[in-house]
């Protein structure tokens, strides 16, 4: 059982489109990150959300966890070719002694067309 | 400045061998990690290592050793590679406080590709 669900699994839309990338677990994480991944390269952090309900913006990308921190949502505004890659949505729990493990959902491959 | 740098970016070797990765990270960090990345982008936790004590290990085969000669390295080595091996293998490094949220710094990336 994926602890994380990530949808959708693909995404190919046109430049300007605006788009939202959902992140769904029955767990509650004490916070979530968003990486964004491009060919050949590691995950990169684009924002970190610990309390519920809080939102967060990064230009035209808009992130929210939920109310409950199970999940989470990655709004982009007018999608640009430079956003394409892959996202991944990231939750943390504590393993104790001050330790977190971190897990990743499946990722979003996105595609913005020109 | 590479704030985690991985060695070999590839490595191309046959069913059976013994192999290492090497991973640094200049961040002070005090927890390193080993992720696989499987050929459908799943990313999958294979070890973390904090202050020199392995407080994670997923269920790994124990071909694989993590090796930490201090806190900024964490190397992965591989006895008697198969086939399954073939993925992508991340380092990670991060700082954890004791209740605050906890961020990943990722290094480029190793191909591994088992023949």
């Known amino acids: 059982t994926q602890l994380l669900e990530q949808s959708p699994q693909f995404l190919s839309i046109q430049e300007g489109e605006n788009l939202t990338v959902y992140c769904n677990s029955s767990?509650?994480?004490?916070?979530l990150q968003w990486y964004r991944q491009e060919p050949g390269e590691g995950p990169v952090l684009l924002v970190t959300?610990?309390?519920?309900?809080e939102v967060k913006k990064l230009k035209r990308l808009t992130f929210q966890f939920g109310d409950a921190r199970k999940d989470s949502s990655l709004h982009i505004t007018a999608a640009q070719p430079g956003d394409t890659g892959l996202y991944l949505c990231?939750?943390?729990?504590?393993?104790?002694?001050?330790?977190?493990?971190?897990?990743f959902g499946k990722g979003t491959k996105l595609s913005v067309i020109p | 400045d590479t704030a985690v740098s991985q060695t070999p970016k590839y490595l191309v070797t046959q069913m059976g061998n013994d192999k290492s990765i090497k991973c640094e990270q200049n961040?002070?960090?005090?927890?390193m990690y080993w992720y696989k990345q499987d050929s459908k982008k799943f990313l999958k936790i294979m070890f973390s290592?904090?202050?020199?004590?392995?407080?994670i290990n997923e269920t790994v085969p124990n071909r694989f050793s993590p090796k930490s000669p201090d806190k900024a390295h964490l190397n992965l080595h591989i006895n008697s590679l198969e086939l399954g091996d073939s993925a992508v293998y991340f380092c990670?490094?991060?700082?954890?406080?004791?209740?605050?949220?906890?961020?990943?710094?990722f290094g480029p990336g190793t191909r591994l590709t088992v023949t």
């Open positions: 290592y904090n202050n020199k004590e392995l407080i």
């Open positions: 767990s509650v994480f004490s916070s």
């Open positions: 959300v610990v309390t519920g309900g």
């Open positions: 961040l002070g960090h005090d927890t």
């Open positions: 990231a939750g943390a729990r504590s393993s104790g002694a001050g330790s977190y493990q971190l897990t």
């Open positions: 990670a490094s991060s700082q954890e406080g004791t209740s605050g949220p906890y961020e990943q710094y």
